[in-house]
């Protein structure tokens, strides 16, 4: 899963590629423009209700996948452990 500020820079991104600035989101949402902001600079800790009505007026959703693990590789793991 992205981290809030990796989700927000998607987000702010999207909505400037849609032509829209944070005061019309903020007037077709009902939201207050600080907590767009906040969203957008990944800070925002309120509601999932609040964050989804940012999401749908940006056209987008939520899904939740489960957590994708990396693990090294064999020939890394060697440098994992290096002596100092």
Do not use: C, H, W
């Amino acid at each position: 899963m992205a981290g809030r500020k990796a989700i927000g820079k998607q987000l702010s991104k999207a909505r400037k590629e849609k032509g829209f600035t944070q005061s019309q989101i903020s007037e077709s949402s009902g939201l207050d423009q600080a907590i767009i902001s906040k969203i957008e600079n990944g800070r925002f800790n309120g509601s999932l209700r609040i964050f989804e009505d940012y999401l749908d007026a940006l056209d987008f959703e939520l899904d939740i996948s489960p957590k994708k693990r990396v693990l090294p590789r064999f020939d890394e793991i060697e440098g994992l452990y290096g002596e100092d």
